[in-house]
C-alpha cells in the first residue's frame, strides 16, 4: 500500500518549485457558484455590460482570482495544519471570464516549530505564488505561510525567508490593473453621489454572514488541504481561510458600494479557527486614502468576528488589511 498525500515539511526545501496544479478556466458557472458561496455586491462581477464599458472585458469577482490561486498552490499544503498569514498580494491584472488561470509555488523559507508534548512535530512553510492567464500575462503574485506536519522532530535553524512583514505597495503599483479604465462610467452607474472616505472612520455591519458550503468552495477552487475535508484525521474539520477573507469582502462590498475592485493586500492574519454554521461580523476602518485612477485608493483594515450562536462569545478570527479602489 502506498500512502499519497502531498508533501512533508522535510520535503519542502528552499527554491523547489511546484507547478502541476491544473489550470482552471473562468466561466460563468464558476463564477455564479463562488457567489453562491461567499457572495459580495461588487458591481464590476455582477454587471457584465458594465464591466465591458468600464475595463472592456467582463470580468470575475478578485475573490475568485485569489481563492483559485490559493487553491492551486495546495499541492504544497494538503497534509497541511493550519494556514498563517498572507503578505503582499498583488493583482497585476484583474482576470475575465474566459481567461484561464495557472500557478507556479516556490518555497521561499521553512523554520521548524518548537516540540510540545503530546503535538506531533511540524514546521513553518513560506512559499511565494505566482499567477498568469493563458497568455502569460501576470494577474496575481502573494506570499503565504503554513503550517506543516513533519516525519520526525525537525532540527537546524530557519532557511530563506520565514519572517514576512507587512508589506508596503505603492499606490502606481496597486493602480496599474486598473489603468485604462473608464471610471467615470463606473460612477455614472450609481444615481447618488459618491460619499467620501474618510480616514481614521470605522463601519460595522449591523448583520453577519453564515458560513455555509465550505467543502464545496474548498472543490470548487482546487483546495487540497485535507484538513478542509476531512475530520477523521485532525479530530476536526476545519473551513478554508479564503472563505472567510471572500466573506469579509463580501461586507467591503456592502459598507462601500462603490468599490470598484480590491486591488491588493497588505496582509491578511488568521486569528483563528472558523467552523462550518459560524457567523461572521466584520468591523472595517479606513486607515489610509491616497488619489486613484479616477477615484481613491482606501487603505482598509478588516477585523473579523466568528460566532457559533446568538448568545455564544465573539472570537477573534481575521485581521486584514486591503487596498480597494473605490469611485
Known sequence: MTAVGGPFYEDLTVGRRFADAPAVTFTDGLAAAHTAIVGGRFAL?????????????????????WDVAIGQSTVVTERGIANLFYRGLLFHRLPAIGDTLETVTVITGRRPSTPRPGRGPRGLVTMRITTVD???????????????????????????????????????????????????????????????VQPGATYELAGGDVVTSAPELARLTLNLAAIHHDATGS???????????????????????????????RSADHLGPVSEGDTLHSAVTVEATAPGPGGTLAHLRSRVTATAGRDQPRRDVLDWRLTALIA
Open 45 to 65: 462581477s455582477r454587471d457584465r455590460e458594465l464591466a465591458v464599458r468600464v475595463a472592456g472585458r467582463p470580468l470575475a469577482a478578485p475573490a475568485l482570482a
Open 235 to 265: 479530530g476536526a474539520r476545519l473551513v478554508y481561510g479564503g472563505h472567510t477573507i471572500g466573506l469579509a469582502a463580501a461586507h467591503v462590498s456592502r459598507i462601500f458600494p462603490r468599490t470598484v475592485a480590491i486591488l491588493a493586500w
Open 134 to 196: 493563458q497568455e502569460g500575462r501576470t494577474v496575481l503574485d502573494f506570499h503565504r505561510c503554513a503550517l506543516i506536519p513533519a516525519r520526525q522532530p525537525a532540527n537546524g535553524a530557519a532557511e530563506g525567508e520565514t519572517e514576512l512583514a507587512d508589506v508596503e505597495l505603492a499606490p502606481g503599483m496597486i493602480a496599474r490593473a486598473a489603468d485604462g479604465w473608464n471610471l467615470a462610467a463606473f460612477g455614472a452607474s450609481f444615481a447618488e453621489e459618491a460619499a467620501v
